[in-house]
């Protein structure tokens, strides 16, 4: 059985977890893994992930990390429609994923790191307004693609939604300025009338 593991509060690990009940497949998750946990530096760990992060997902004896290859890969192996295969679909769909890991996770995760994870004495809030800022310049880009599409690479639910709907629910969730966005937060909203969502994504930050 496929292995997932890694802190359920990691966004990371939740799209995994997400897609995976999404797409009907089995799997053994090791929640107690990274974050306060630890275990993630162990050598035994670093000899499958080598960047000491979570996730780390293992299937029979394929070892893989990187969140949004990991639930491509599920989602070819699979057969998900979730990944639809025309060309030009599918760049999209891969451009917004690649887009959620280059442009919004650094920013959001500075912003979650000041403020759910550093005492006030001890934050940085220049830094953590820097990061809101341009955490939020994403968000609007985001924005004005729902304001054309139902969901993120068009207007059917896709893998595309998956690694951008824990941001989304960490950007509505913080307590930090927020320009009004309303296709976002209908899309958000959306989600969060699929189960899977609601199980792993809109869950206490930590
Ligand atoms: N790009 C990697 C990022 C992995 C990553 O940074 N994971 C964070 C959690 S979101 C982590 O492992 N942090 C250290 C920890 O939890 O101990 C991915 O998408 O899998």
């Not at 599920?74 to 990944?83: E, F, G, I, N, V």
């Not at 759910?116 to 953590?128: F, G």
């Not at 693609?145 to 951008?164: E, M, S």
Request: hydrophobic share 40%; net charge negative; proline share 5%.
């Amino acid at each position: 059985m496929l292995k997932i593991l890694g802190r359920a509060t990691s966004t990371n690990v939740q799209k995994v977890l997400w897609f995976c009940d999404e797409a009907g497949i089995a799997y053994a998750h090791d929640n107690g893994i990274g974050g306060a946990f630890g275990r993630n530096d162990t050598p035994e760990y670093l000899a499958m992930n080598p960047n000491g992060k979570v996730p780390t997902v293992i299937d029979g004896d394929f070892v893989m990390w990187e969140s949004n290859s990991v639930i491509r890969y599920l989602a070819r192996k699979h057969k998900s429609a979730l990944y639809p295969s025309e060309f030009e679909v599918r760049n999209m769909v891969e451009r917004w994923m690649d887009w959620e890991l280059s442009v919004v996770a650094p920013h959001q995760g500075t912003v979650l790191v000041g403020l759910v994870r550093t005492k006030p004495e001890d934050r940085d809030n220049a830094k953590i307004k820097t990061a809101g800022t341009a955490w939020a310049r994403g968000m609007t880009i985001l924005d004005e693609q729902l304001a054309k599409t139902g969901h993120v690479a068009g207007d059917d639910f896709t893998l595309a939604d998956i690694p951008l709907g824990p941001i989304a629910h960490r950007f509505f969730s913080l307590d930090i300025e927020r320009p009004d966005l309303p296709n976002l937060r209908r899309w958000y909203e959306t989600l969060s009338g699929r189960p899977a969502f609601d199980k792993w994504c809109v869950i206490e930050m930590a």
